[in-house]
């Protein structure tokens, strides 16, 4: 006999826009920090109030980049002056400005594939199923409902009280979501 699931967390149901980037920012404020909102459409005050201010992707991109830089002006220099070295009219063998072209072009591909696969991978992708989904009135997120998840690994998540909190924000309602 299985018994019963895990939590993931507490998700209380907003009607409309400022009431969830309002309560997102009262959790945020109590020292909620593991929080998570979703709605309909793109709420621009929405990252700030879940206290999403910095992301590591920048970084990744520029590391993708320069060792795209470094590694294609290295490939053309070991085969044209080291592994295959030829003397055609009197060129010499670095011959770095016919370099340039394709240092540039391996350059933007490694950013651009670091980019993509660094997305992915902070974003926890690809993810077939997420609790969040156990919850039946969930489905209104992608119409006209706005909801704030508190995941239980957050250091303050307690049953109780973090019901209790979510409660004085005046959801439509509080749904436990198991995992």
């Known amino acids: 006999m299985k018994g019963p699931s895990p939590l993931y967390g507490l998700m209380a149901e907003f009607d409309d826009v400022s009431s969830l980037v309002l309560a997102a920012e009262r959790a945020y404020g109590e020292g909620y920090r593991c929080l998570d909102a979703y709605s309909p ?14 992301t590591r992707l920048p970084l990744i991109v520029l590391i993708g980049g320069l060792c795209g830089c470094l590694g294609g002006y290295a490939l053309q ?31 933007i591909l490694a950013a651009a594939l670091s980019a993509v696969l660094g997305m992915l991978a902070l974003n926890g992708l690809p993810m077939p199923y ?19 998840c ?19 924000l005046n959801p439509r309602e509080v749904n436990t979501v198991a995992d």
């Open 150 to 168: 508190i995941e239980a690994i957050d250091p303050k998540f307690d049953v109780e009280a973090t019901r209790r909190f979510l409660e004085t």
């Open 77 to 107: 220099y070991w085969s044209s002056a080291l592994a295959y070295p030829l003397n055609i009219g009197g060129k010499p063998l670095h011959s770095w400005p016919a370099f340039i072209p394709v240092t540039f072009e391996c350059t």
């Open 130 to 148: 997420h609790p969040v989904f156990n919850v039946p009135r969930f489905a209104l997120a992608s119409r006209n409902r706005f909801f704030l």
């Open 41 to 54: 459409f793109p709420i621009e005050q929405l990252h700030e109030a879940l206290g999403s201010h910095h």
